[in-house]
């Protein structure tokens, strides 16, 4: 009787583990309806390339493989999975060698040291052989999903489908912060979507082509996109609270989103015709510049001292900096004039 009791024991346990384990799942992940799980999704796509960067990620890898598999399992189409290790520390790469060997579908890249995401996605697009391409986080905050609903975006004609978090589940700051840096990317760049810097993004193959993303510019896809002349629309997306690792947000890439919004601002408004920034900032300061001396030329006229007038040294150097801005405009055309190459536009088709 004590040997059966015994027995019995581990098995309780097993038990009661394993319901752990699956109520944790489904608290976590987000359900599809009973019609969905069934039937296969066909898709006009011959075949999807998702694209991940991560850094140290070691404990969502595995996980997040098993998730992949169950979502594009549901979706009548080929697919590769392509994971960036953009430098771990961490046992990441590790577990992207026991992933990528039980399934050929995967396959992952690794960096000798941190490059940052924009560089992961920009090796990524360039690896990827499918006619779409979709990323998203490791972190398993995005729910994979969620692909289909982006790739009947791009079946409806549009050519970069940008996820929504509407229901984010991040910290507070992380929130106000988030909300921000969206309005006032909005406002700049003009284009209505609720959240640019969303990882779950899905695209059409010549889109990764012609977008070149480096620095931190990654978080400015749909901006880039846009200037190219692509369609972009925005769906809402599931997310879920991290479970692994620790979140990479801090307060300097919060800084460094805002200088990278006014480099992207002049790439994609300027940079073939910068004599309309600058020259436009020179002349402004070269005018008023001008008006100040005129002011107190005036005032030298009738009699008044200038010794006394330290705004003569602001008209001067007002008028000093304008012509500066504008010469430094006219190099930037001779530059782009040189520089010009048919191949940088984008053709959408031909006969």
């Known amino acids: ?78 697919y590769e999975v392509i994971l960036i290790d953009d430098g771990s520390t961490d046992s990441s790469l590790q577990k992207l060698k026991e992933v990528t060997k039980t399934d050929n579908r995967f396959r992952f890249l690794s960096f000798r040291k941190n490059y940052g995401k924009s560089a992961a996605l920009q090796v990524g697009f360039k690896a990827a052989t499918g006619d779409a391409v979709v990323t998203m986080d490791a972190d398993l905050q995005d729910d994979p999903q969620e692909i289909h609903n982006l790739l009947k975006k791009l079946e409806e004609g549009f050519d970069l489908c940008s996820g929504w978090k509407k229901k984010r589940q ?34 059409r193959k010549e889109v990764v082509e012609n977008v070149k993303v480096y620095g931190e510019l990654h978080r400015y896809i749909p901006v880039l996109a846009k200037w190219q002349g692509y369609s972009i629309t925005e769906v809402p997306v599931m997310h879920h609270q991290r479970r692994y690792g620790k979140t990479k947000f801090g307060i300097s890439r919060f800084f460094k989103g805002f200088i990278d919004l006014l480099t992207v601002t002049f790439v994609t408004r300027y940079i073939k015709r910068p004599m309309h920034f600058f020259g436009f900032l020179g002349a402004l300061a070269f005018l008023v510049g001008i008006i100040i001396l005129g002011y107190l030329t005036v005032l030298w006229v009738q009699g008044h001292s200038l010794s006394n007038r330290p705004m003569i040294f602001l008209g001067m150097l007002l008028i000093i900096v304008g012509v500066q801005l504008f010469a430094v405009g006219l190099l930037g055309e001779v530059i782009v004039h040189n520089a010009m190459d048919d191949r940088e536009y984008v053709i959408k088709d031909k006969s």
């Open 170 to 203: 991040d910290p507070f700051i992380k929130k106000i912060s988030s909300k921000f840096f969206n309005f006032v990317t909005r406002v700049i760049s003009g284009i209505k979507i609720h959240d640019f810097n969303c990882g779950l993004k899905a695209y």
């Open 1 to 78: 009787m004590e040997e059966k009791e015994s027995r019995q024991e581990p098995q309780k346990q097993q038990s009661v583990g394993y319901k752990r384990y699956s109520s944790r799942r489904k608290r976590y992940h987000h359900k599809p309806n009973q019609s969905n799980q069934s039937e296969r999704i066909k898709s006009s796509f011959k075949k999807i390339s998702v694209v991940i960067p991560l850094y140290n990620e070691e404990e969502s890898i595995v996980p997040l493989s098993h998730e992949l598999r169950k979502a594009l399992s549901r979706i009548n189409i080929n």
